[in-house]
Antibody
Framework: EVQLVESGGGLVQPGRSLRLSCAAS????????MHWVRQAPGKGLEWVSG????????GYADSVKGRFTISRDNAKNSLYLQMNSLRAEDMALYYC???????????????WGQGTMVTVSS | AIRMTQSPSSLSASTGDRVTITCRAS??????LAWYQQKPGKAPKLLIY???TLQSGVPSRFSGSGSGTDFTLTISCLQSEDFATYYC??????????FGPGTKVDIK
């Protein structure tokens, strides 16, 4: 079964850091781009970051550029999001999503995890 | 950045109805458009990519059309399991893959 399982969310104070993880199974992880997408409570979807199959190309939304870092470990079938200098507006459910192709710029997202909640509050 | 709009923002319909949702891009995006369905408490699900290609496993009552700036998602015969929120997404212009604001389809 194709599956993405996120972890690492929780309650964090503004200005602090958090690292999210996404464990992939059921497909050849290193054949595909991966993404993080977030959804604030009661709001719509916002793409956060994407990474190509070999980490050779990476992109970020302007809202997180310079604060968040996406990475992947193909040997561990895992995707990560290091989030620094967290703000109240970063509070959201963070989804890990699989791209349909190897390059993060190319295509839609065909598999999604169930998400991990990040709460930013003092 | 490319802005995506959807209309209507919500609609009420009955099972068996034909439903059409419109998505408009602020500039041309060729056919680099996807549609997703999201049910409450669940992750989004890809329905259509490349504006009109049905994702594997998605019922044929879903269809997509359009190119350039104007796109539609049509549900030909609404079923009870189709009540959800639908989002369009452009993947033409990176590094920002913009989603539309969503259209909520609920029971009349």
């Amino acid at each position: 079964e194709v599956q993405l399982v996120e972890s690492g969310g929780g309650l964090v104070q503004p200005g602090r850091s958090l690292r999210l993880s996404c464990a992939a199974s059921g497909f050849t992880f290193d054949d595909y781009a991966m993404h993080w997408v977030r959804q604030a409570p009661g709001k719509g979807l916002e793409w956060v970051s994407g990474i190509s199959w070999n980490s050779g190309s990476i992109g970020y939304a302007d809202s997180v550029k310079g604060r968040f870092t996406i990475s992947r470990d193909n040997a561990k079938n895992s995707l990560y999001l290091q989030m620094n200098s967290l703000r109240a507006e970063d509070m959201a459910l963070y989804y890990c999503a699989k791209g349909r192709t190897a390059l993060w710029t190319d295509d839609a997202f065909d598999i999604w995890g169930q998400g991990t909640m990040v709460t930013v509050s003092s | 950045a490319i802005r995506m709009t959807q209309s209507p923002s919500s609609l009420s319909a009955s099972t068996g109805d034909r439903v059409t949702i419109t998505c408009r891009a602020s500039q041309g995006i060729s056919s680099y458009l996807a549609w997703y369905q999201q049910k409450p408490g669940k992750a989004p699900k890809l329905l259509i990519y490349a504006a009109s290609t049905l994702q594997s496993g998605v019922p044929s009552r879903f269809s997509g059309s359009g190119s350039g700036t104007d796109f539609t998602l049509t549900i030909s015969c609404l079923q009870s399991e189709d009540f959800a929120t639908y989002y369009c997404q452009q993947y033409y212009s990176y590094p920002l893959f913009t989603f539309g604001p969503g259209t909520k389809v609920d029971i009349k």
